[in-house]
């Protein structure tokens, strides 16, 4: 059994991630489970003092700090036991029936990788407790997570809003191929108003590349409305889901390698700061 699973904290995107979770979980007719990670930076495991012997003073100094420790963890644990209950009495409210719960203690990145064989679509907030109040700033874990999984990743903004349309960047590549052929095989996005988005100069290569595109979601049943438009590509693209009024924009994520999005950058990396919008990346 495969999941839709959020990844939720004490952020103001909780909620915001909640309602995407109940909305995506409802539309692919999948389970929905929320996951809680205790940060091994923020709540450290308890630690075993057993050996430490000769310390002196110091002894009593390590043991209260370990004490301290613990007690921070039980807090951590029972708040964020709090925030799962609330998600899930949230899911019960919009009408499903058994969502899951789950809170491990570690890194995040690593806890959404052991269970990505059991995942379908996972859900986080682009900002998460330690960086909300930066506007600008992408949640530290965001691109960990996005180059670790394989799996469909949906980065939602603080508020929820109903998707009634989307866009879909596309460039023709192998990446941004195999995101149309996602999308044109889920439920995830059918019924809605399809876009579709090519940021180059008009070329018979580029036109081409387009109507494969077309042909495959006209195939699945989207309406599609396709654009070529110059310019730079990340700033056509937000600029098109800003003026078009885009409630969600699809894109393949980092098709190329570390060393050459470390010399000219990444568009992904780029997008996810700057879109207002859920940005739905498929890898």
């Known amino acids: 059994m495969t999941h839709v699973i959020a990844c939720i904290d004490d952020s103001q995107a909780a909620v915001a991630v909640c309602?995407?979770?109940?909305?995506?979980?409802?539309?692919m007719d999948a389970t929905l489970k929320f996951l809680h990670v205790l940060d091994h930076q923020q709540y450290p495991a308890p630690v075993d003092l057993s050996g430490n012997i000769g310390l002196g003073s110091r002894?009593?100094?390590?043991?209260?700090?370990a004490e301290?420790?613990?007690?921070?963890?039980?807090?951590?644990?029972?708040?964020?036991?709090?925030?799962?209950?609330a998600a899930k009495q949230r899911a019960r409210d919009a009408g499903i029936e058994?969502?899951?719960?789950?809170?491990?203690?570690?890194?995040?990145?690593?806890?959404?990788?052991?269970?990505?064989?059991?995942?379908?679509l996972l859900i986080m907030g682009r900002q998460g407790e330690s960086s909300e109040n930066a506007a600008s700033h992408v949640g530290?874990?965001?691109?960990?997570?996005?180059r670790t999984l394989?799996?469909?990743?949906?980065?939602?903004?603080?508020?929820?809003?109903n998707p009634?349309?989307?866009?879909?960047?596309?460039?023709?590549?192998?990446?941004?191929?195999k995101c149309v052929e996602m999308i044109a095989n889920s439920p995830l996005l059918k019924g809605l108003e399809c876009h579709l988005l090519m940021a180059s100069q008009k070329t018979e290569e580029v036109i081409e590349h387009l109507g494969w595109a077309e042909k495959q979601l006209h195939s699945a049943g989207f309406q599609v409305a396709s654009n070529i438009m110059p310019g730079d590509v990340e700033d056509t693209i937000?600029?098109?889901?800003?003026?078009?009024?885009?409630?969600?924009?699809?894109?393949?994520a980092y098709g190329h390698s570390r060393i050459r999005q470390l010399l000219v950058g990444s568009t992904t990396t780029s997008i996810l700061a700057r879109a207002t919008i859920p940005l739905l990346l498929l890898r």
């Open 140 to 146: 530290s874990h965001i691109e960990n997570v996005v």
């Open 150 to 161: 394989s799996r469909p990743i949906l980065v939602t903004p603080r508020q929820f809003v």
């Open 59 to 65: 002894e009593h100094l390590l043991e209260a700090l």
């Open 164 to 177: 009634e349309r989307f866009l879909i960047a596309y460039d023709g590549s192998a990446t941004s191929r």
């Open 68 to 85: 301290l420790d613990e007690v921070r963890g039980k807090l951590g644990r029972e708040h964020g036991q709090h925030l799962l209950d």
């Open 19 to 27: 309602d995407y979770a109940i909305w995506s979980s409802q539309r």
């Open 98 to 120: 058994k969502p899951h719960c789950c809170q491990r203690h570690g890194d995040l990145t690593e806890s959404v990788k052991e269970l990505e064989d059991k995942t379908r």
């Open 238 to 252: 937000l600029d098109y889901c800003s003026k078009q009024n885009m409630h969600l924009l699809a894109m393949g």
